[in-house]
């Protein structure tokens, strides 16, 4: 892949302009958009291996529907099957520590204090800066031996002065944007200074989310792999035990940590490392370095703190930098009611449509196949409602097997609409003991392989053995590829019951819509539910819903349509969603409801807002909402919406 060619882009919408950099699994360039007439970071995908291809499609759909100042703008992802791009807002700056303390400038290599994977001993004797990401299955054997001679401290951070004023502008932002990631119920995992930039107009940008993970259970991320970057994970990061925000926070302690002595809490080898991050407290700012602020001593030490309950939250942490006020907080901006005040709020209303989501799971067991299209208008609650359904299915059903994917608008990859369907079968296969996976191999697994590459993590197909050493015709590749998933999905399905979920279908494609045709048709097809959501605005301008529609109306073939909260639904929601946050008192209730129009989202967004701004005692309106979320947008875009309207 040439730096000043378009090949690995398929195409002349580009222009590369430079290279900025590059990390363990991509490149980035800075790059002319001719189809928009702008200038994005372009983060191209180098190394094509499977799992490589799972975290860079994960770094762009985790924030995807996320707008926040502090988060870097995601614009669209694209592939050819070979390829693999994606495109982004492009910062001009430096990393957190290079603008905290003016005339520090990080090494462009970006490798590690702390070796990770095994590396020859000429790299084991290169000058090393900050460890680079990784994500490993095992740590007794992905690690160098910590008998080789201890890396040299870069001593050229702590000669460059630190500007106090700058930490606090930078700090501040930082944890707004980190708080407003966790709140959309999602943790970083990354977090380091090359991960933190600082743009010419002092704002801090978030980045890189290769590792992002979902906050499961009770607020925590149980990881199987050991992934982060050594010097700034946690002690329960380390050790490979459950994870959460908490978890995020220490490595915020870390870079402030850095920021405030110029050296890191703890450095060496790996293992020493952790262990002293598990049985050792590193000595306060304040006692390496003279006329540190206390409050800012004291938030580092409590940051790093050994047991994640111990830390602060991320609204403690706000509070703290805004000198004892939270003020108003920058909530991130999602067109999916996703965000955590959800979590744990009982399902209202919706009993018929799921009776009916439950009817066709039914006739599943009993060996027929059932599709059933969910549609209805924008933020009317279709995905809580199939979210809801699948939840209790597993609860009720230990033997589930639920794949889920979701079309989103702004990817160009191929069959996009199983796309997240097969990541979600390839994680179900890794799990499967060794024995059980190979007995659910097609004969022509490969070909299904060639064409979602990230199956090649899964052990049985990455050693299936190869019918022929090519397939030259794309269209028998196409048809063997259909034939296997087909064929894998029956099998599945064989012996325990088998859901698909496809979400936003109103963004598929054409070649999606033929293999779920492939997948499903007469005769014998696997007796699975495939439930499907989409817009209904939308049934007009995308013909192939209306087809869709139009064979519904029998067992196999179904439409449920999502109407609007109706008024006592809506209320009822209102109040579980304020909940004790504030008083329930009837005008700010009742213009919640009014305002909503029983749309679950602005229903949820409208009491966020209220339960965050408690001064509101007559009532909130949508125009007051989107008012005070202009206001905490970044100055160039306040003018570009203002210019817009």
């Given at each position: 892949?040439?730096?000043?060619?378009?090949?690995?882009?398929?195409?002349?919408?580009?222009?590369?302009?430079?290279?900025?950099?590059?990390?363990?699994?991509?490149?980035?360039?800075?790059?002319?958009?001719?189809?928009?007439?702008?200038?994005?970071?372009?983060?191209?995908?180098?190394?094509?291996?499977?799992?490589?291809?799972?975290?860079?499609?994960?770094?762009?759909?985790?924030?995807?529907?996320?707008?926040?100042?502090?988060?870097?703008?995601?614009?669209?992802?694209?592939?050819?099957?070979?390829?693999?791009?994606?495109?982004?807002?492009?910062?001009?700056?430096?990393?957190?520590?290079?603008?905290?303390?003016?005339?520090?400038?990080?090494?462009?290599?970006?490798?590690?204090?702390?070796?990770?994977?095994?590396?020859?001993?000429?790299?084991?004797?290169?000058?090393?800066?900050?460890?680079?990401?990784?994500?490993?299955?095992?740590?007794?054997?992905?690690?160098?031996?910590?008998?080789?001679?201890?890396?040299?401290?870069?001593?050229?951070?702590?000669?460059?002065?630190?500007?106090?004023?700058?930490?606090?502008?930078?700090?501040?932002?930082?944890?707004?944007?980190?708080?407003?990631?966790?709140?959309?119920?999602?943790?970083?995992?990354d977090i380091k200074p090359s991960n933190v930039l600082v743009s010419k107009e002092n704002r801090?940008?978030?980045?890189?989310?290769?590792?992002?993970?979902?906050?499961?259970?009770?607020?925590?991320?149980?990881?199987?792999?050991?992934?982060?970057?050594?010097?700034?994970?946690?002690?329960?990061?380390?050790?490979?035990?459950?994870?959460?925000?908490?978890?995020?926070?220490?490595?915020?302690?870390?870079?402030?940590?850095?920021?405030?002595?110029?050296?890191?809490?703890?450095?060496?080898?790996?293992?020493?490392?952790?262990?002293?991050?598990?049985?050792?407290?590193?000595?306060?700012?304040?006692?390496?370095?003279?006329?540190?602020?206390?409050?800012?001593?004291?938030?580092?030490?409590?940051?790093?703190?050994?047991?994640?309950?111990?830390?602060?939250?991320?609204?403690?942490?706000?509070?703290?930098?805004?000198?004892?006020?939270?003020?108003?907080?920058?909530?991130?901006?999602?067109?999916?009611?996703?965000?955590?005040?959800?979590?744990?709020?009982?399902?209202?209303?919706?009993?018929?449509?799921?009776?009916?989501?439950?009817?066709?799971?039914?006739?599943?067991?009993?060996?027929?196949?059932?599709?059933?299209?969910?549609?209805?208008?924008?933020?009317?609650?279709?995905?809580?409602?199939?979210?809801?359904?699948?939840?209790?299915?597993?609860?009720?059903?230990?033997?589930?097997?639920?794949?889920?994917?979701?079309?989103?608008?702004?990817?160009?990859?191929?069959?996009?609409?199983?796309?997240?369907?097969?990541?979600?079968?390839?994680?179900?296969?890794?799990?499967?003991?060794?024995?059980?996976?190979?007995?659910?191999?097609?004969?022509?697994?490969?070909?299904?392989?060639?064409?979602?590459?990230?199956?090649?993590?899964?052990?049985?197909?990455?050693?299936?053995?190869?019918?022929?050493?090519?397939?030259?015709?794309?269209?028998?590749?196409?048809?063997?590829?259909?034939?296997?998933?087909?064929?894998?999905?029956?099998?599945?399905?064989?012996?325990?019951?088998?859901?698909?979920?496809?979400?936003?279908?109103?963004?598929?494609?054409?070649?999606?819509?033929?293999?779920?045709?492939?997948?499903?048709?007469?005769?014998?097809?696997?007796?699975?539910?495939?439930?499907?959501?989409?817009?209904?605005?939308?049934?007009?301008?995308?013909?192939?819903?209306?087809?869709?529609?139009?064979?519904?109306?029998?067992?196999?073939?179904?439409?449920?349509?999502?109407?609007?909260?109706?008024?006592?639904?809506?209320?009822?929601?209102?109040?579980?969603?304020?909940?004790?946050?504030?008083?329930?008192?009837?005008?700010?209730?009742?213009?919640?409801?009014?305002?909503?129009?029983?749309?679950?989202?602005?229903?949820?967004?409208?009491?966020?807002?209220?339960?965050?701004?408690?001064?509101?005692?007559?009532?909130?309106?949508?125009?007051?909402?989107?008012?005070?979320?202009?206001?905490?947008?970044?100055?160039?875009?306040?003018?570009?919406?203002?210019?817009?309207?």
């Amino acid at each position: 892949m040439g730096d000043n060619s378009n090949d690995f882009l398929g195409t002349e919408r580009f222009r590369i302009r430079r290279r900025l950099g590059s990390g363990g699994m991509g490149v980035v360039y800075e790059a002319h958009d001719r189809q928009t007439d702008k200038v994005v970071a372009l983060k191209a995908l180098t190394r094509t291996e499977a799992s490589h291809i799972t975290r860079f499609k994960n770094e762009f759909r985790s924030l995807a529907d996320v707008s926040h100042p502090n988060l870097v703008a995601l614009y669209e992802f694209m592939s050819d099957g070979a390829y693999w791009f994606f495109t982004m807002e492009l910062v001009q700056g430096g990393n957190f520590l290079e603008y905290v303390r003016p005339g520090y400038r990080a090494k462009t290599s970006q490798a590690s204090l702390t070796p990770t994977l095994l590396r020859s001993a000429s790299d084991e004797a290169a000058e090393a800066a900050e460890a680079e990401t990784q994500q490993l299955e095992s740590i007794r054997t992905s690690f160098v031996d910590d008998t080789l001679a201890d890396i040299s401290v870069d001593t050229r951070l702590s000669r460059s002065p630190l500007d106090l004023d700058r930490l606090s502008i930078a700090l501040r932002q930082l944890a707004e944007g980190l708080h407003g990631l966790h709140e959309t119920g999602k943790l970083h995992r990354d977090i380091k200074p090359s991960n933190v930039l600082v743009s010419k107009e002092n704002r801090v940008v978030i980045l890189d989310f290769g590792l992002v993970a979902e906050v499961e259970g009770q607020g925590l991320h149980d990881s199987i792999s050991l992934a982060g970057t050594p010097d700034y994970m946690s002690p329960e990061q380390g050790a490979q035990l459950p994870i959460s925000t908490a978890s995020d926070w220490y490595s915020v302690g870390v870079i402030l940590y850095q920021a405030l002595t110029g050296r890191l809490p703890f450095s060496g080898r790996f293992f020493e490392v952790m262990m002293n991050k598990q049985s050792l407290d590193p000595p306060t700012p304040a006692e390496l370095v003279q006329g540190v602020p206390e409050d800012l001593n004291d938030l580092c030490v409590n940051l790093l703190r050994r047991k994640p309950e111990d830390r602060p939250s991320g609204r403690d942490v706000l509070r703290i930098l805004g000198h004892g006020v939270t003020g108003p907080l920058k909530q991130p901006f999602m067109p999916a009611p996703v965000s955590s005040a959800l979590h744990g709020i009982p399902f209202i209303g919706r009993e018929r449509h799921q009776r009916e989501l439950h009817d066709a799971f039914t006739a599943t067991r009993q060996g027929q196949t059932v599709t059933v299209y969910v549609h209805g208008d924008s933020g009317v609650g279709k995905t809580a409602l199939v979210r809801h359904f699948l939840d209790d299915l597993t609860a009720r059903e230990s033997d589930v097997v639920i794949l889920e994917g979701r079309c989103y608008e702004r990817e160009s990859v191929p069959y996009k609409a199983l796309d997240g369907v097969i990541d979600s079968l390839t994680r179900y296969l890794m799990a499967l003991p060794e024995a059980k996976a190979e007995a659910s191999m097609p004969r022509d697994v490969l070909a299904l392989a060639r064409l979602f590459p990230v199956m090649l993590q899964v052990d049985s197909v990455f050693s299936a053995p190869q019918r022929e050493q090519e397939i030259p015709d794309p269209f028998t590749l196409r048809r063997r590829a259909f034939a296997a998933l087909r064929e894998l999905m029956g099998r599945i399905s064989d012996r325990q019951p088998l859901v698909l979920y496809i979400d936003d279908l109103q963004w598929s494609d054409a070649d999606s819509t033929t293999l779920l045709g492939e997948i499903l048709r007469p005769p014998d097809p696997p007796p699975l539910l495939l439930v499907a959501s989409f817009r209904s605005e939308d049934i007009e301008a995308k013909p192939f819903l209306r087809t869709l529609l139009n064979s519904t109306g029998t067992a196999s073939r179904r439409e449920l349509r999502v109407a609007t909260l109706n008024k006592e639904e809506a209320r009822d929601l209102a109040h579980r969603l304020l909940g004790s946050s504030l008083p329930a008192m009837a005008p700010v209730v009742n213009s919640i409801i009014r305002e909503a129009r029983g749309n679950a989202f602005l229903l949820e967004q409208l009491a966020s807002y209220a339960a965050t701004n408690q001064s509101a005692t007559t009532g909130i309106s949508l125009g007051v909402m989107l008012d005070a979320r202009l206001r905490n947008l970044p100055k160039g875009t306040r003018q570009f919406v203002d210019a817009l309207a």
